[in-house]
């Protein structure tokens, strides 16, 4: 077995979007930082940015998020690259859920956030690919939420951290090696150990079956499940790009693409994946899939949008995998008891730059939101049963939309 040693080593596992954006900050914030970052696949994006539908929606009724997304959206912005800001909607058509979007209006403005609220005629106007509106249906409008491109950012972000001095290293990490209740460095799966003095996990999916290996860290409640999304066929004609839609009443969201649409659905019980692959991707689970995408396409959407009823739906289908956590917060900042081990897992696109940006004032002990850093602690669930937690973090993926995450 080899071993390398780099001083004042930082190793990051993990080159999504977090982190890759993670990486950045760290070389922008602190030159004189070694930072190395590890992950299975650089040639392709093989976690759960790769394939992520990338909504920006900023509000949420947990202000923690709606900070992060906030801080997100600035970054993404910076780039110039990878984000479009064209509005989100949301839709409701029952006295219950019109309540709820008048609700979200006066929070979102509080937030200091924009929002209106639409009738049905203004929804017909603003030309969607959708059945026309039921009588009475009104949307919530943000025009300052978007859509990203989760790879293109990533690239990005990868792009500037090598300018900076960052490397990135292709390798499969196997073990976290702990000794005196410190992070010493790493395994990987060619039995090769590098040594460093900091390690974060931005291992997404991957993160508890790695920590099975390594007994010393206390597991964490990250839950990988797999989730439905169909692409349309491509349009026969150019046209405006349209805000995203979500349909909160029955778990259905949908976005421009550029050349086509894409839609998914929550509408089904969550498929835990006990053993991710390689990607985070799992075969199409055709007996909990096709009827949840039969409901979310069924009258929603006009023919110009090229979905189907009947499979295959459109032209392209994924079960993509992603990580639920009991309160559907992502895991970010030290890991108490392990000196030098950091975590940043369970994060979306909406908050992965601005989750990405507080671990960096938190790694250099800048100043940074207390209060945000105290909501996603990664060890706030210690000490819980883990089975309660595993059944915790499941049925949020059917609540995904009560906080918008």
């Not at 950012?153 to 300018?163: E, F, G, I, T």
Request: hydrophobic residues 40%; negative net charge; glycine residues 8%.
């Amino acid at each position: 077995m080899s071993s390398r040693h780099k001083e004042n080593l930082t190793i990051i596992v993990g080159a999504g979007i977090v982190g890759s954006s993670l990486a950045h900050f760290l070389s922008e914030s602190s030159p004189e930082t070694n930072v190395l970052v590890l992950d299975r696949s650089l040639s392709t994006i093989a976690g759960s940015t790769g394939y992520a539908p990338g909504f920006i929606g900023q509000y949420n009724e947990k202000s923690s998020l709606t900070k992060l997304a906030v801080e997100s959206v600035k970054e993404y912005t910076k780039l110039k690259t990878g984000f479009a800001r064209v509005g989100g909607l949301e839709i409701a058509s029952t006295v219950a859920g019109i309540k709820m979007l008048h609700s979200r209006l006066g929070a979102s403005k509080k937030a200091g956030l924009p929002a209106r609220l639409l009738d049905e005629a203004e929804i017909e106007a603003l030309v969607l690919p959708v059945a026309s509106p039921a009588v009475g249906t009104k949307a919530l409008f943000f025009p300052a939420d978007g859509v990203a491109e989760p790879r293109v950012l990533c690239s990005a972000y990868r792009r500037m951290a090598s300018s900076n001095g960052v490397l990135f290293q292709e390798a499969v990490v196997s073990k976290v090696i702990v000794e005196k209740n410190a992070i010493t460095g790493v395994v990987l799966e060619n039995r090769d150990t590098i040594s460093c003095q900091r390690l974060v996990l931005a291992t997404g999916i991957w993160t508890a079956s790695l920590l099975q290996e390594s007994a010393a860290i206390p597991s964490v409640p990250v839950v990988p499940v797999s989730h439905p999304y169909v692409y349309a066929k491509d349009r026969e004609h150019d046209v405006p790009p349209t805000p995203f839609m979500r349909w909160p009443e029955s778990h259905v969201y949908s976005r421009d693409h550029g050349s086509r649409y894409g839609v998914g659905t929550y509408d089904h019980a969550p498929q835990k994946v006990s053993s991710p692959g390689s990607t985070a991707t799992v075969p199409w689970s055709g007996e909990v899939f096709n009827s949840a995408m039969r409901r979310a396409i069924s009258d929603r959407f006009t023919p110009e949008a090229g979905f189907n009823e009947e499979m295959p739906f459109g032209a392209e289908k994924i079960g993509g995998v992603f990580s639920v956590t009991p309160d559907n917060m992502p895991l970010l900042g030290p890991v108490s008891g392990v000196n030098g081990l950091w975590m940043a897992v369970a994060i979306w696109v909406t908050h992965a730059a601005g989750c990405a940006r507080l671990l960096d004032r938190m790694m250099l002990g800048e100043g940074h939101d207390e209060d945000i850093a105290k909501d996603l602690d990664p060890t706030r669930f210690a000490g819980t049963d883990v089975e309660e937690l595993e059944q915790a973090a499941l049925k949020q993926y059917n609540d995904i939309y009560s906080t918008d995450h």
